[in-house]
């Protein structure tokens, strides 16, 4: 079955870095492109990044435009998030999510991790 | 950026009703639009996509219709079970997508 698992989360203060992963299985991975999706406490969904199954296009949400970075090493089945000059506002469960297409980007989600917390505080 | 706007911000049904949820977009999406259900504490689960498509395993107690700027999800039949957030889901202006702020359903 497919399975997401995120990691690297945790409390960072602001203007730092942290990395997620987040690996794939049950499925195949270099097949599918892949979204970071966010959650702050409380709160409703917000869309992160995108990146294609080869790896080539990517596009990141305006509020994390430069600062964050989609990645992905198709030979692990990992799919990675950047996060640079983290905010306060960034607080939020970082979900990793496969497209619900094949190939081409659909930008609706089938499957999802169980998220993992981000917390940017001094 | 198209702003979802979904009613009620809660709904409180009894077990064995219908709940009828809604999503209206500021511009028009076509269909492709997707709905989620999230449980506290867990991921959300996508139910429907391309407005009115069941995901897979989703019970045909979940049905979405709609097209353009207006959408509606159904459950049919609630079940105690059905009690969660629901979100609608915009992909229409990708990579630009946007949700709703949600539709807290209630069991009674």
């Known amino acids: 079955q497919v399975q997401l698992v995120e990691s690297g989360g945790g409390v960072v203060q602001p203007g730092r870095s942290l990395r997620l992963s987040c690996a794939a299985s049950?499925?195949?991975?270099?097949?599918?492109?892949m979204h970071w999706v966010r959650q702050a406490p409380g709160k409703g969904l917000e869309w992160v990044a995108v990146l294609a199954s080869d790896g080539r296009d990517n596009y990141h949400a305006d509020s994390v435009k430069g600062r964050f970075t989609i990645s992905r090493d198709n030979s692990k089945n990992t799919l990675y998030l950047q996060m640079n000059s983290l905010r306060t506002e960034d607080t939020a469960v970082y979900y990793c999510?496969?497209?619900?297409?094949?190939?081409?980007?659909?930008?609706?989600?089938?499957?999802w991790g169980q998220g993992t917390l981000v917390t940017v505080s001094s | 950026e198209i702003v979802m706007t979904q009613s009620p911000a809660t709904l409180s049904v009894s077990p064995g009703e219908r709940a009828t949820l809604s999503c209206r977009a500021s511009q028009s999406v076509r269909s492709n639009l997707a709905w989620y259900q999230q449980k506290p504490g867990q991921a959300p689960r996508l139910l429907i996509y391309?407005?009115?498509i069941r995901a897979t395993g989703i019970p045909a107690s979940f049905s979405g219709s709609g097209s353009g700027t207006d959408f509606t999800l159904t459950i049919s039949i609630l079940q105690s079970e059905d009690s969660a957030v629901y979100y609608c889901q915009q992909y229409n202006n990708w990579p630009r997508i946007t949700f709703g702020q949600g539709t807290r359903l209630e069991i009674k």
């Open positions: 391309g407005a009115s």
């Open positions: 999510v496969r497209d619900g297409k094949p190939a081409a980007a659909g930008y609706y989600f089938d499957y």
């Open positions: 049950g499925f195949t991975f270099r097949s599918y492109a």
